[in-house]
């Protein structure tokens, strides 16, 4: 009777273990953003806070030292970016709903170089007109709603300001107390010690991997890809940073989608210098920029199937929203590595011509 009861209270107990943690998460479910990407500076921020460690500096001023130069090298230039962006995107809303005169202008100047191309167009129903309207129509919607949210955004500074300070808070007792709350965390799941210290360390690794490897490298794709145009003297280089940097964490798709068309118009118009630097520039630079800095970023183990690091990627934007450009690769290399656990620790290695090892006569194992 006494076992009955110890048996009952241990369930209850369980269940009301459950529904706590169930309930607090729901909870925290508004900050589930400010969450991840406070683990996401504290993952980025832990070689600097053990480097500073190691030079016998305090546990607090070195957490303390680490968000700061995360505010300092990452936030303010990501919001001052944003700051330019949300600009360029309301000047070129402006300039289309007053009757799209960009459009028709480029349409004139190819009209001039490639009139077999207009003429062709005009066969099938595309003059000019309607390329123009058709290309207002759909530039002025994608304009239109990037400027609808960029002002929503701006419009809630107040949100924004306490979200970031809710982020760097959180961020420095992640750098400063990480080590102890991964000790306390595998102490108290209950999936195997061995198989949570597996997946933490596979948890960090890919965040920083991802991170590194496709935020970074897309980002430095996108300055680059900016940089030429503003050298260039084309318009709206931060705009289209912004959109080279978003390309470029797509897998297939790229930056190249952005400078390989403008370059080909500059030559058609010619302007035939400009054309073959951006053209250049595009190849050599923006192109190798990913073969050169991801090797350098992420170790070669963290390496995902392309095929799977597209559809990973397109699921989690469709899912998450932006977070998804990390949420997905990531939580497509942990789906791999708890299979691969799955099959080392409950299947049996396969042979050579694909089937299972014989088992002894006592069933107890494979056959020598």
Not at 38 to 50: F, K
Not at 144 to 166: E, H, K, P, Y
Not at 271 to 288: E, K, N, P, T, W
Not at 321 to 330: A, E, L, R, S, Y
Request: charged share 15%; glycine share 10%.
């Amino acid at each position: 009777m006494l076992e009955c009861n110890n048996r009952f209270e241990d369930r209850a107990f369980l269940l009301l273990l459950a529904g706590v943690s169930l309930a607090f998460l729901w909870m925290l479910r508004p900050f589930f953003d400010v969450i991840f990407w406070g683990i996401v500076i504290a993952l980025l921020s832990t070689p600097v806070y053990d480097a500073l460690q190691r030079r016998r500096m305090g546990r607090n001023l070195a957490a303390l030292t680490c968000v700061i130069l995360s505010l300092v090298l990452i936030i303010v230039p990501c919001a001052y970016i944003f700051y330019t962006f949300i600009n360029e995107v309301a000047n070129l809303y402006a300039r289309l709903t007053s009757g799209g005169h960009d459009i028709r202008e480029t349409l004139e100047r190819l009209r001039e170089v490639a009139p077999g191309v207009q003429d062709w167009l005009t066969r099938y129903g595309y003059g000019p007109e309607v390329i123009t309207q058709k290309l207002s129509e759909l530039a002025v919607k994608i304009s239109g709603l990037v400027a609808r949210n960029t002002v929503a955004l701006g419009g809630s500074t107040v949100n924004f300001l306490v979200d970031l300070c809710i982020m760097l808070y959180l961020a420095f007792f992640l750098v400063r107390d990480g080590k102890q709350l991964r000790v306390l965390l595998i102490r108290a799941l209950p999936f195997g010690d061995h198989r949570e210290d597996l997946l933490f360390a596979k948890f960090a690794e890919v965040l920083r991997a991802t991170v590194k490897g496709s935020l970074l490298v897309a980002m430095a794709q996108g300055a680059l890809g900016g940089l030429i145009f503003w050298i260039l003297g084309i318009k709206a280089p931060v705009l289209w940073g912004v959109v080279m940097t978003l390309l470029s964490l797509i897998p297939v798709v790229g930056a190249g989608v952005v400078w390989a068309p403008v370059a080909g118009y500059l030559l058609l118009t010619g302007d035939h210098v400009s054309g073959v630097v951006l053209l250049a520039y595009g190849v050599f630079v923006i192109g190798l920029a990913d073969n050169i800095l991801r090797p350098v970023l992420v170790g070669r183990d963290t390496k995902l199937p392309d095929f799977m690091v597209l559809l990973s990627t397109l699921g989690g934007f469709s899912l998450f929203g932006m977070d998804g450009f990390v949420t997905g690769p990531m939580l497509a290399v942990l789906f791999v590595t708890v299979w691969k656990i799955f099959m080392d620790e409950f299947k049996p290695p396969l042979t050579l011509d694909g089937s299972a090892p014989a088992r002894d006569a006592d069933g107890d194992g494979p056959s020598a």
